[in-house]
Every structure is written in C-alpha cells, then in structure tokens.
C-alpha cells in the first residue's frame, strides 16, 4: 500500500533558527496536505499543495511540492515558541477517498 | 458555529467490554474519518465514509465497526476484539470532492484508556 516517510522525527532549534521537515511518498500523488498539532491538541490545516513544483508561503512558512509529485517539504524561518508542536503531511492518490498521513515532525523550541 | 463535535473528551473501560465514541459534525461535509493516535506516531486511519450508508475499512480496521445512518452522525465502536484500543481518537470530515480532495476538519479527540 501508499506509504508516507517523514523525517526528521523530532527537532530541537533554538529560537530564531530555521526548521525544515521533508515528506516522501513511495506513489505519486495527486495532492499533498499538511497540519499542525499542538501538544495536547488536534491537528489543524495548514495547507494544501496540488501542483507539480508549487511552492507555496504563509509568512514564515514555505511550503513545496516535488516536480515528480511524491515528495513535499515545509520550511519555518526564524522560528518562535508559538511554532511548537508537530507537523504532519498528508497524501493523496489520484482518486483515492483517503489520504496517508506520515508519522510527524515534532519541533521543539528553545526560548 | 459549525464544527465537529467529539464524545467524550476521556473514556475509560474495562477489558472485555464494548464503547462506542461519538462524532457529529454540522459542517454538511459528505466525508468522514476515524483515526487513531498513538504517542510519538502518526495518524492511522481505522475506517473512512465518503457518503451516508457507505463506509470503507482503513489501515487498521480489526477490532473496530461505524454505521453512517446520517450524513452529520459517524459513530466509532471500539469492540473488545480490539487488541490494544487504549489510545487517542480523532474524527474528521472533509468535503471529500473530487480527486483533489478537502482539507480535513477534526474534532478534539476522545481519548481512551483501558483499564
């Protein structure tokens, strides 16, 4: 079946540093989708990529697609304490009902 | 306010015995899902529907059953054939339209322990 990598597991920047989480489909997918979990919390949309090499920004995110359509990064510049938390992508197949969400990037960070 | 609202918030069970988790959303969303979260993974999807009075099984569905009487009602039992239930549960809903897909709404969990 569909399988999501995402690496790296967990992540300790010191605030102010840059963070990248990088996500690896083993099919081709139609979209991509990623959300935020905040501890203790549900996992929020944050956006999601449909085109082949999209890259796509909300303020210090930038978020892009692979030109093959089976890998997606997210990159946080400076990051802050707010952006605590873990982050997951999540991908579709062409046609599929569902999509196959990766394991998450927990990001620490230190004030 | 439109959402999707999940009952209860915390459940605890004996072995042996049957539960069932509530998920209502009034988004007027045709899709919705049941995942399962363990600590330190990812989200597993145990069943999934993508229209009222159809459902399909998911990754993990072993141990689990839906019904999709409504299109704003998808209730999850977590039967005591479930060998390990002891876990965090998340619905969600999307418009579920097309190949594209929707973004996935979720409800707070249920998080469940057995005792």
């Known amino acids: 079946g569909q399988q999501v990598m995402q690496i790296p597991q967990y992540q300790h920047v010191q605030e102010g540093e840059d963070f990248t989480t990088y996500c690896n489909s083993s099919?081709?997918?139609?979209?991509i989708q990623w959300y935020k979990q905040r501890p203790g919390g549900h996992p929020v949309f944050l956006i999601q990529?449909?085109?082949?090499?999209e890259v796509k920004k909300q303020k210090r995110l930038t978020f892009q697609f692979g030109e093959a359509k089976k890998n997606s990064s997210l990159h946080i510049t400076a990051t802050q304490t707010t952006d605590v938390g873990t982050y997951f992508c999540?991908?579709?197949?062409?046609?599929?009902?569902?999509?196959?969400f990766g394991d998450g990037t927990t990001l620490t960070v230190k004030p | 306010d439109g959402g999707i609202t999940q009952s209860p918030k915390y459940l605890f069970r004996k072995e042996g015995q049957n539960v069932t988790l509530s998920c209502e959303q009034n988004?007027?969303?045709?899709?919705m899902y049941w995942y399962r979260q363990d600590p330190g993974q990812g989200l597993r999807l145990i069943y999934y529907?993508?229209?009222?009075?159809?459902?399909q099984k998911g990754d993990i569905a072993e141990g689990y059953s839906v019904s999709r009487e409504k299109k704003e009602s998808f209730p999850l039992t977590v039967t005591s054939a479930q060998k390990n239930p002891t876990a965090f549960y998340l619905c969600?809903?999307?418009?579920?339209?097309?190949?594209?897909?929707?973004?996935?709404?979720f409800g707070e969990g249920s998080r469940l322990t057995v005792l």
């Open positions: 969600a809903s999307s418009t579920g339209q097309g190949a594209k897909g929707g973004e996935l709404f």
């Open positions: 099919t081709t997918l139609s979209n």
């Open positions: 990529l449909v085109k082949s090499g």
């Open positions: 999540a991908g579709r197949r062409t046609n599929a009902g569902k999509s196959t």
């Open positions: 988004l007027n969303h045709d899709a």
């Open positions: 529907s993508q229209i009222v009075n159809d459902f």
